[in-house]
């Protein structure tokens, strides 16, 4: 892995950190798009429906996304507010029916595809509706989409989890590096637009190491299938 490689990775992030503290509202805007397209690539990668497609990806990321946010839209308010940003603005008996909505969509797909995962994580997805909005996200990201991914890198690399750990380092280093900067940014009132809230700041940490994640695997995908998808 070459330096200059691991230089453009984490100089993307600490870009995208800048994008936030310019203009949050397109920052935040970005970050639901890619988040929505990775979210979809990556499980569209597991679940291996007919036809891929890039419209697929988001299309399917946004569902996801969608029905995790929209599910818990009054906890995502209050993060929204503490961020400065634009937020949710739906009648309340639309807020209660579109997320299940959007599942509903999601397992009809899978049935259509004749893939039951995709069936399984909707229904998983409608179950965590009624947890809190931390709890629901960290199951789909870590108990489906980032092990699913653990397990593509390893297929892909030949490689087992502690040499994948070992590769990761630099960018676990440069990571922290970015979350240090931002606490002290926020010690130092860079980050005024965000109330002064550390874990709205965390969340925009988020953001930013997902960003060159994101275009690092879309990368390590077509590379994989060699198609541009």
């Not at 805007?29 to 929505?36: P, Y």
């Amino acid at each position: 892995m070459s330096a200059a490689f691991v230089a453009k990775y984490l100089g993307a992030g600490a870009a995208y950190l800048v994008l936030w503290l310019v203009a949050p509202n397109v920052a935040l805007l970005f970050f639901l798009l890619f988040s929505a397209w990775h979210f979809g690539e990556g499980d569209m990668q597991q679940f291996a429906p007919r036809q891929p497609s890039a419209i697929k990806h988001l299309l399917w990321g946004a569902l996801v996304l969608g029905a995790i946010i929209l599910g818990h839209a009054p906890e995502a308010n209050l993060l929204l507010n503490n961020m400065g940003v634009f937020q949710i603005s739906m009648d309340p008996q639309l807020l209660q029916w579109l997320p299940i909505g959007l599942l509903l969509s999601a397992a009809g797909w899978g049935f259509a595809e004749r893939r039951p995962a995709m069936v399984l994580s909707a229904l998983m997805l409608a179950l965590c509706i009624k947890l809190p909005l931390i709890t629901s996200f960290g199951l789909y990201f870590i108990g489906q989409h980032s092990l699913n991914t653990w397990g593509h890198l390893k297929k892909g690399f030949q490689a087992d989890s502690l040499l994948l750990f070992r590769k990761a380092l630099p960018f676990t280093a440069g990571a922290f590096t970015i979350l240090l900067f931002s606490l002290a940014a926020l010690n130092a009132g860079w980050f005024e637009a965000f109330n002064g809230h550390a874990v709205t700041v965390f969340f925009v940490f988020i953001s930013c190491i997902s960003f060159p994640h994101v275009i690092a695997m879309h990368g390590f995908y077509r590379a994989r299938s060699g198609a541009s998808v």
